[in-house]
């Protein structure tokens, strides 16, 4: 039986592996550009695409109609980004952070450093930073950028205060700084193929941090940037490719930030990445492997982003230039708000499950209601235990509304997620399927998994700024299964999965019912863990444990060490299979599964676990809701599944006589939750996100039963008063 069993476990890797591998020669369809011969990169900070019109900075304005250009992630080490920190990124293509002078505990509360001087062709605060870097455990290689150009041969031209640093080479050498002159002015900026200007970054006077001092007035700053920007155009090399950047943040708070390109490979358009794979949409990265890719050089495997490319527009018309503007203040705009909306959502909702929880515990001991009102209590109780299971996917639902364009941005979000949540409940609710107890949970699982595969499958759209999915300014990543998605994607395939194999289960079709469960983990699986599509290295492995429980359950078999042991190793097998296919794509094209693959064979492995596992340990530590609601949810489910005859899981029974799977699955949801925040970085969010939609529908079945017992109750009662 053992050897059958791992036969059949490997056989199902391997078909899933093959789903997975045969299609891991995707890449975007644009190509990097041919090197021009000379690249400029323009660098400031401060400014957003919210700043720019054409009134207020012609020159950005010019470049945004006759450039290419998208929103750009500036995320560093910490939650706000510091000149410095965005120079030292641009040199290393990763993420790297200066130390901050001042002894505030968080660093985001400490001003930002002030540009070191260059002594001798030597950053002399270079010893500092590669320290701090060290210290930071993001791997990052400072001076890979001016490593890069003298191995190739090319020199390089850095324009102070911040350009040296990001010019600098590995041992903080730079032979050609340069600073503005006292009247404002640049010297000859042609001589070398690769140079980097610094034109100032905007700090402003109310975001910046105590200690630091801000001389002029936002407005004033702006436009002087954008006169210096001017200035560098017109003495830039003829026939080299522009990039104008804002490298950080104006002060204490993140929001994103503005890249534009212009020249011989960079038209009117947007810009490209395949880092993110969103059209629009870059990061701090990108600037390094596309600088190096523009003067014809290989991008080292260390970068962190990918070359950007254009996608060309018509033609660069004033209203076509509008409509780009309009397009990248949308990005900024919903990102900024939705990152200020998403803690305090959290903390409702975390808190309202706590209060179903004891509203749940209220009613089953008949602390709430007589039993005259018992039928319209657990009627109330039903109907909102199925709304709340619907708010999670009518988060995502609710960027179908451009809600961050009204003046009231909490107000416009409620509403539009009040709207899909009153949809999707009155569907659960009133359909066929309600005449079963688990008619309404299969409903809202169907509905969250195929919205959450079709947006993963179609290129991540709604999770882009949403208030439970992926935050453009945090710069987890851009497209595929964040870990909030990821809970709710499993916590709705289980439970459909048991739903269905219930319902096949009854029939007696037992083969059925497990294939049937195969068939949507198989599709869960590749969509979650597929490169070009949810690119999660850590789902599957958590995912496939669960659903292996639910197929053996619905055939009537036990879990037995040897049958663990083989899925164990089929995950395995899978992992390792999916995540070598990806590294076997080019360094630009591979994905966190692919990048890993390659921190392992360059030892750096270990740093990555390290600061996944203290990601995790701070976010347990630190955040109330979560950490309430992690351990409530898990007990509640934990306690109904070892205390078969307690007061609560008694409602229970009448369900699991009806649904002959609904207990494997609730076990096969623990262990896939429980395994997913054990080996995600961040994973105490996915027990938490995953209960905000089980337990309300597992509520809703235990309500279920109880009303068909009170209104048998109320019904024999009637009778009985009119003998």
Same mark, same amino acid.
């Not at 002087?224 to 026939?239: E, F, K, L, S, W």
């Not at 042991?565 to 076997?584: I, N, P, R, Y």
């Given at each position: ?285 990108? &600037? ?89 209590? &657990? ?31 909490? &107000? ?280 905000? &939609? ?30």
């Amino acid at each position: 039986m053992l050897r059958r069993t791992l036969a059949v476990t490997v056989a199902l890797a391997t078909v899933l592996a093959g789903f997975l591998l045969g299609a891991l020669t995707w890449a975007p369809d644009a190509t990097a550009a041919e090197p021009s011969g000379a690249v400029v990169v323009v660098g400031t900070g401060g400014i957003s695409w919210s700043d720019v019109s054409e009134e207020a900075t012609p020159n950005l304005w010019l470049l945004l109609r006759d450039g290419s250009s998208a929103a750009l992630s500036v995320r560093s080490v910490y939650t706000n980004t510091c000149p410095a920190d965005g120079w030292l990124g641009l040199s290393a293509g990763g993420r790297a952070a200066a130390p901050r002078p001042g002894d505030a505990p968080n660093p985001v509360e400490r001003p930002c450093p002030a540009p070191p001087e260059v002594v001798d062709g030597v950053v002399s605060d270079w010893p500092a930073y590669e320290e701090a870097a060290a210290a930071e455990r993001f791997d990052a290689e400072l001076g890979l950028l001016g490593d890069s150009a003298a191995a190739g041969g090319l020199c390089l031209k850095a324009i102070a205060p911040w350009g040296p640093v990001g010019g600098a080479r590995s041992d903080g050498s730079i032979d050609r700084p340069v600073a503005w002159s006292s009247e404002g002015m640049l010297e000859d900026l042609n001589g070398c193929p690769v140079t980097l200007v610094d034109v100032g970054s905007l700090r402003d006077p109310d975001e910046v941090a105590e200690g630091e001092t801000v001389t002029a007035s936002r407005e004033e700053q702006l436009t002087a940037i954008d006169t210096r920007i001017g200035q560098v155009i017109d003495g830039g090399p003829n026939g080299a490719d522009y990039l104008v950047a804002s490298l950080s943040d104006a002060g204490t708070s993140e929001r994103l930030q503005m890249v534009v390109a212009r020249g011989p490979h960079f038209g009117p358009g947007v810009l490209v990445s395949s880092s993110t794979r969103q059209a629009g949409l870059a990061q701090a990265q990108d &600037l390094t492997a596309t600088a190096l890719t523009a003067v014809g050089l290989p991008v080292p495997d260390a970068v962190g982003g990918a070359p950007l490319t254009s996608e060309p527009a018509p033609d660069n018309s004033q209203g076509r230039a509008e409509d780009r503007l309009t397009h990248l203040v949308d990005y900024d705009e919903a990102s900024h708000d939705v990152h200020d909306l998403v803690e305090p959502f959290f903390t409702v909702f975390a808190y309202g499950q706590l209060v179903i929880y004891l509203l749940v515990l209220l009613v089953w001991k008949g602390r709430i209601g007589s039993e005259r009102s018992r039928v319209t209590v &657990l009627s109330r109780v039903r109907v909102l235990a199925v709304a709340a299971a619907s708010v999670p996917v009518s988060t995502f639902l609710a960027n179908l509304i451009p809600w961050w364009r009204f003046p009231f941005e909490m &107000l416009a979000i409620v509403a539009s997620v009040g709207l899909f949540v009153a949809i999707i409940a009155t569907v659960a609710l009133r359909g066929p399927w309600r005449h079963w107890s688990l008619g309404p949970m299969a409903v809202v699982s169907a509905t969250t998994m195929v919205v959450l595969a079709v947006d993963v499958i179609t290129g991540s759209r709604l999770q882009l700024s949403s208030l439970m999915g992926l935050q453009p300014v945090v710069a987890g990543r851009f497209y595929g299964m964040g870990n909030s998605t990821f809970a709710l994607f499993a916590t709705a395939t289980i439970l459909l999965s048991t739903a269905v194999s219930s319902m096949l289960v009854l029939a007696g079709r037992r083969r059925a019912a497990a294939v049937a469960v195969v068939l949507l983990g198989a599709f869960a699986v590749v969509v979650d863990g597929a490169p070009f599509w949810g690119a999660d290295g850590g789902g599957p492995p958590a995912l496939i444990p669960g659903l292996a429980y639910l197929v053996f359950a619905s055939l009537g078999l036990r879990m037995t060490w040897g049958r663990a042991f083989a899925v164990l190793l089929g995950v395995v097998a899978l992992f390792f299979l999916v995540a070598g296919g990806d590294w076997l794509r080019a360094p630009a094209d591979r994905s966190h599964l692919g990048r890993f693959i390659q921190a392992i064979l360059d030892g750096n492995a270990m740093d990555i676990v390290v600061r996944k596992g203290q990601q995790n340990l701070d976010i347990l530590l630190g955040n109330a809701p979560l950490t309430l609601l992690v351990p409530a949810a898990l007990l509640f489910v934990i306690y109904m599944l070892a205390r078969p005859t307690s007061w609560g899981s008694r409602a229970m029974q009448r369900s699991y006589a009806q649904a002959p799977t609904l207990r494997a699955g609730l076990i096969a949801l623990l262990i896939t939750l429980t395994i997913g925040f054990l080996i995600n970085d961040s994973g105490v969010a996915i027990p938490a996100v995953g209960a905000t &939609l089980a337990v309300p529908l597992i509520v809703s079945v235990a309500m279920y039963d109880l009303l068909d017992e009170a209104r048998a109750v109320a019904v024999t009662r009637s009778a009985r008063r009119r003998r």
